[in-house]
């Protein structure tokens, strides 16, 4: 197993904190993923930021339609898994032309050793796009905190769904012949 | 198990009493029949129709309660579409929002697509669910005094708020409100935020 407690937050988890914190990002929902869990403890141990936990990611679609209807900007985290559960709820988005920045780290696309992960994270990008959602993909960690806050602006300022999508490279996969 | 407790109370007559007093209240709508009842009862900007997004309406209203904590956020939703959202009870009773109201005006069908029962009528009881999330306050209304009763909770009683309203299959008259979505969420946007609303 690999442990959770105690190590520093990654190096990208800290800086797309940060960004978000640039970009006024007020409100933040998550079904968590072990790529996010640095991000997500961050974010619970930051005083101003209002987070809610998610039973099932398309209820952070509507959160963020109502947290931006209400004035406040918001991010919605998750794993690419939970891409295939937000589907119809995008439509709402797209119908009322609202923002919406999505951050999901990848599983599925790179050394995946869990073929149940592949269906779903080789769709992701194509689900995304089919609901309108404008996609990013992430492969270089030196490129992610740039790519966040060009999707952010993106989302609030030309009023737009968008998707980062970090990449299993960045997020780093388990080689599971070393046990 | 089937119910047969008889039901009287008209939707448009409760959806009405609930609005007649909305004061500053901002409602959020669930797809069909609830959004054309608050149509029925009168358009308002503080109005959030949905005629999509079957499932969402609940957390709208969450995202909504916490970007505006100082104003009351009333959700008027179908039996059916609260069963699609089910997971927002459990996650609005974890986030305990002191200013959130769901009230589903309850028919025990899915009257838009052709009056099929739902689970409501078959002993699921969403007020139960609602307790079991830990919202603050839960009722189930089947009689006039029982929404009188009602809704000063909807408005006032620290939330989160769940009311289920038992109401009869009678048809009513359909009421179209706006049906472009960007024209709802501007109109809504500029009623709570004023000119920011165009930032
Ligand atoms: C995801 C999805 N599934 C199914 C439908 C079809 N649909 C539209 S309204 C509705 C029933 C809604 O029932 P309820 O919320 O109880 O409202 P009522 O009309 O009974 O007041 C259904 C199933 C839909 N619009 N979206
Ligand atoms: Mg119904």
Redo the contacts between chains.
């Keep these: 197993m690999v442990t959770k407690n105690k190590k520093p937050v990654s190096k990208w988890s800290a800086q797309v904190f940060k960004t978000l914190k640039d970009a006024d990002i007020?409100?933040v929902s998550y079904v968590p993923d072990a790529g996010h869990a640095d991000l997500i403890s961050t974010c619970l141990a930051d005083d101003h930021l209002?987070t809610?936990?998610?039973?099932?990611e398309?209820?952070?679609?509507?959160?963020?339609?109502?947290?931006?209807?209400?004035?406040?900007r918001?991010v919605l985290l998750m794993q690419s898994s939970g891409v295939g559960n937000c589907i119809?709820?995008l439509?709402?988005i797209q119908?009322?032309?609202?923002p919406l920045l999505m951050l999901v780290t990848m599983r599925g696309e790179w050394g995946e050793f869990n073929p149940w992960q592949i269906p779903m994270g080789q769709g992701t990008a194509k689900a995304l796009e089919d609901a309108g959602v404008i996609v990013y993909h992430v492969d270089e960690a030196g490129d992610l905190t740039e790519t966040v806050y060009a999707a952010s602006q993106i989302a609030f300022n030309a009023y737009r769904p968008a998707a980062v999508l970090i990449g299993q490279r960045v997020v780093g996969f388990k080689d599971w012949r070393k046990k | 198990m089937k119910s047969n407790r008889r039901i009287t109370l008209n939707r448009r007559d409760v959806v009405s009493n609930i609005l007649r007093d909305r004061g500053d209240a901002l409602i959020?709508t669930g797809l069909g029949s609830t959004t054309w009842d608050a149509a029925a009862a009168g358009d308002h900007p503080n109005n959030?129709y949905?005629?999509?997004?079957?499932?969402?309406?609940?957390?709208?209203?969450?995202?909504?309660?916490?970007?505006?904590p100082k104003?009351r956020i009333i959700v008027l939703t179908g039996d059916g579409e609260m069963l699609m959202?089910l997971?927002?009870l459990?996650?609005i009773g974890?986030?305990a929002p002191l200013n959130l109201a769901i009230c589903v005006i309850d028919n025990q069908r899915y009257g838009e697509t052709g009056m099929q029962e739902t689970h409501t009528g078959h002993g699921v009881d969403l007020a139960a669910m609602a307790a079991g999330a830990g919202f603050a306050e839960t009722q189930t209304v089947w009689s006039k005094q029982g929404i009188e009763g009602a809704i000063p909770h909807l408005y006032e009683t620290d939330g989160p708020v769940f009311v289920d309203v038992k109401v009869n299959t009678d048809r009513v008259p359909m009421v179209l409100p706006l049906r472009d979505?960007?024209a709802?969420?501007g109109r809504?946007?500029e009623a709570?935020?004023g000119a920011?609303?165009f930032d």
């Design positions: 007020a409100q209002k809610t936990r998610l039973t099932t398309e209820e952070g679609v509507a959160l963020a339609l109502g947290a931006w209807l209400g004035g406040e918001s119809n709820m439509s709402v119908e009322t032309r609202s | 959020v959030f949905l005629w999509g997004g079957m499932g969402g309406a609940a957390m709208t209203a969450l995202g909504l309660a916490r970007a505006q104003r959202g997971g927002s459990a996650t974890a986030a979505g960007t709802i969420r809504f946007r709570v935020l920011r609303a």
